[in-house]
């Protein structure tokens, strides 16, 4: 099954601000809402942002996330050291009647 | 406390099956959908099923069609998935999830091993 399209790793050195991109179709982010996740290695996920760019209660108004067309973004800015984890969008996809998760994020900070 | 915990996750050799429960606290279950996702070690998440709040929409990703079967109990807060003729390939960290369209609430995991 396919997945949406993350890069492997992104970086940035504290107080930056770093995106990370999440690339689909028409079928899955083009007409579909995404997700974002924060992900501590063997801990369970936590949702960043739902419906494409809101933020649940606790999470810092450092992360935002975005939609255009068939691609979606998230932001962090102000970056600092604990944001080193790993980010994953997600998305349903209407030919497949099934979530799609992208492949991962590894955030680095310098 | 919204809460989610699963549970029956072990070892078993390959074709066997496993039931995994999710069991629900804190919030209203009959109103929301629910979701399973796995993790096998070192790699991502991948979605696995869905059910809506009254089970009248169920999916399932594609290599576990056939095998694994998504159900609920709304008078027991509970999630479950059968999980039959196991391979390898399905060992992972299975993790229950709230809501297709929220997503806010996830379990610990419950780690299933698929091997002779």
């Known amino acids: 099954q396919s997945v949406l399209t993350q890069p492997p790793s992104a970086s940035g050195t504290p107080g930056q601000r770093v995106t990370i991109s999440c690339s689909g179709s028409?079928?899955?982010?083009?007409?579909?809402?995404v997700y974002w996740f924060q992900q501590l290695p063997g801990t369970a996920p936590k949702l960043l942002i739902y419906r494409n760019n809101q933020r649940p209660s606790g999470v810092p108004d450092r992360f935002s996330g975005s939609k255009s067309g068939t691609s979606a973004s998230l932001a962090i800015s102000g970056l600092r050291s604990e944001d080193e984890l790993d980010y994953y969008c997600a998305a349903w996809d209407d030919s497949l009647s099934g979530v799609l998760f992208g492949g991962g994020t590894k955030l680095t900070v310098l | 406390e919204v809460q989610l915990v699963e549970s029956g996750g072990g070892l078993v050799k390959p074709g066997g099956s496993l039931r995994l429960s999710c069991a629900a606290s804190?919030?209203?279950?009959?109103?929301?959908?629910m979701n399973w996702v796995r993790q096998a070690p070192g790699k991502g998440l991948e979605w696995v099923s869905s059910i809506s709040s009254i089970s009248n929409h169920i999916y399932y990703e594609d290599s576990v069609k056939g095998r694994f079967t998504i159900s609920r109990d709304n008078a027991k807060n509970s999630l479950y998935l059968q999980m039959n003729s196991l391979r390898a390939e399905d060992t992972a960290v299975y993790y229950c999830?709230?809501?297709?369209?929220?997503?806010?609430?996830w379990g610990q995991g419950t780690t299933v091993t698929v091997s002779s």
């Open positions: 804190g919030f209203t279950f009959s109103s929301h959908s």
């Open positions: 028409s079928s899955n982010i083009g007409s579909n809402y």
């Open positions: 999830a709230r809501d297709l369209n929220l997503w806010d609430v």
